[in-house]
């Protein structure tokens, strides 16, 4: 993207894939926080509405408190990474085309980042955890994937090392044993874990899997629908689970109890997503694009100045006393 677009262009382009679904979302579980949560936890979320619209999720998190903490009502913990990719947008434009065949250099920033990431795991791991420039190593990971692919000698070497480090993945993401809040960057976040996980995802990009791998036969068409429903299923997934889970001075209550909650959370999910890609996803090709997003961002401010009134007006004086 910023090889063959202008500065300009590059934002363009970003801002359409990214705006509309991700504007929605917050429209619709904000009115929707109003309407369900009491006083205490709906203040909360509404205390960091004006981080969220602008792309500062991460910022208003690390402000209060870790990712796995849980006391807290967070909705919209998941935006904390959509942050960080902005913020990383807004520099990318500048620091890829410098960095592009300056191989020595981008290895030098991948590794400086990812030791000062890991300092900051043992001293402070929401910092780590949260800002951009401690996460750059994962950004350039990808730069580097993309600018310099792989290739083995053979097609059978090449199938048995994706095949491996496809079950090395699956290891690391099931069976590393993570700590929350450590300091240990062995178990720790970011830690060595984060570090093998992207290492091995870059091996089997770079190793062009989805052309040999994945995406021949039934479960690869399955699997490449998901991916382009991604977008819409990480904005959703997470206000669902938390509000459908939703009990007042409870805070932020994953999982599920049963399986007919996991298979309502996993229903509602499909069909909303599957509105959100066709319906919200698509307006980015629209000529009325700047108009839609000047209405969705008004609508917004005036939601962020009313939410507030009409949680509390669902209350009695004496209830939001006792809240």
Do not use: C
């Amino acid at each position: 993207l910023t090889e063959k677009d202008n500065v300009l262009e590059f934002y363009n382009r970003r801002l359409r894939r990214l705006l509309p679904a991700y504007l929605a979302t917050i429209f619709i579980t904000s009115i929707i926080i109003a309407f369900v949560s009491i006083p205490s936890d709906a203040n909360q979320s509404f205390n960091k509405f004006w981080f969220n619209i602008i792309g500062l999720s991460n910022i208003a998190f690390w402000f209060e408190n870790t990712y796995f903490e849980s006391e807290s009502f967070k909705p919209f913990l998941h935006l904390w990474s959509l942050g960080v990719e902005m913020q990383f947008y807004l520099v990318a434009p500048f620091l890829l085309p410098f960095l592009r065949h300056k191989l020595v250099l981008t290895l030098l920033l991948v590794i400086g980042s990812l030791v000062i990431s890991i300092l900051f795991t043992s001293i402070s791991p929401k910092t780590s955890f949260f800002m951009m420039p401690l996460r750059l190593w994962e950004f350039l990971v990808g730069a580097l994937v993309a600018w310099y692919p792989l290739r083995l000698s053979s097609k059978l070497n090449q199938g048995w090392a994706e095949t491996v480090g496809l079950a090395m993945l699956l290891g690391v993401i099931f069976l590393y044993p993570l700590k929350h809040e450590s300091h240990n960057i062995l178990y720790g976040h970011p830690g060595l874990a984060a570090f093998l996980v992207v290492t091995i995802t870059a091996f089997l990009i770079a190793f062009k899997m989805d052309n040999e791998f994945v995406i021949k036969g039934f479960l690869g068409r399955i699997m490449s629908r998901l991916g382009d429903y991604s977008y819409s299923i990480y904005l959703i997934h997470f206000p669902i689970i938390i509000l459908f889970n939703y009990q007042g001075f409870e805070g932020t209550r994953l999982g599920y109890e049963g399986i007919t909650n996991a298979f309502t959370i996993i229903l509602l999910t499909f069909i909303l997503s599957f509105l959100m890609f066709n319906f919200v996803e698509s307006l980015r090709s629209s000529k009325k694009f700047l108009k839609i997003i000047f209405i969705a961002f008004s609508g917004l401010i005036f939601l962020g100045l009313t939410l507030p009134s009409i949680n509390n007006w669902r209350f009695s004086d004496k209830q939001l006393r006792i809240f």
